[in-house]
């Protein structure tokens, strides 16, 4: 089932809501289910992206970081990922 980010308690659960049933095409609507499943989205992001979003709840929170705490590329994917959120820039 999925990705196996759920735990197995959860899995059951979402196999009781959803029951054993197919679509016409034979998938089973507990693999459809997963496939869309927020949960399962949100563990699809890049860990260095969720890493940077950490980085930028730091910065929020005024954490105070130093010039060299972070290695220059860092210092430039976290500027543009603020950029970004901020609504100041747009990668098309």
């Known amino acids: ?10 899995q059951k659960k979402c196999q009781q809501q959803i029951g054993d049933g197919m679509d016409y095409k034979g998938t089973p609507f ?16 890049n860990p260095y ?3 940077l979003f950490n980085l930028r709840k730091l910065q929020k929170a ?3 970081f130093h010039k060299n705490d972070l290695p ?3 210092w430039l994917d976290l500027g543009m990922l603020n950029e970004m959120v901020d609504g100041r820039l747009r990668i098309h």
């Open 72 to 74: 220059y590329q860092t």
């Open 30 to 45: 507990i693999d459809s289910a997963c496939k869309d499943c927020d949960k399962k989205k949100s563990a699809d992001i």
């Open 1 to 10: 089932m999925g990705l196996n980010v759920c735990t197995q308690e959860e």
């Open 62 to 64: 005024r954490y105070p």
């Open 49 to 51: 992206v969720i890493y």
